[in-house]
């Protein structure tokens, strides 16, 4: 298994694989579904392209259903898309 902080976040996104994320996602007791992934991939995609987690408003957009991510991620973006996704926790949002 890949570095992780002291909150589970990896320390290294690089490091991350589709592994990491079911693993990741067992912990939070979430079953990866398509939708699941579909919303990783656009993460893992943005973070390549950007080197930082994109905004939940971004993620909500490319699902095309304002609610939905809160739903595929009951406990919070940070605390579960980010996560899951392998980004570093993102310093300036304080919740999920």
Known sequence: MAEVDE????VEPLDWNEQI????????NIALTDEHWS???FMRDYYAEHQVAPDARFV????GEKN??????PYGYVKQACKIAGMK???AWSTG
């Open 7 to 10: 909150e589970g976040y990896l």
């Open 21 to 28: 994320a079911e693993e990741f996602a067992r912990k939070e």
């Open 39 to 41: 919303a990783i991939r």
């Open 60 to 63: 909500i957009r490319h699902l």
């Open 68 to 73: 939905r991510l809160f739903e595929l991620f």
């Open 89 to 91: 926790r993102p310093r």
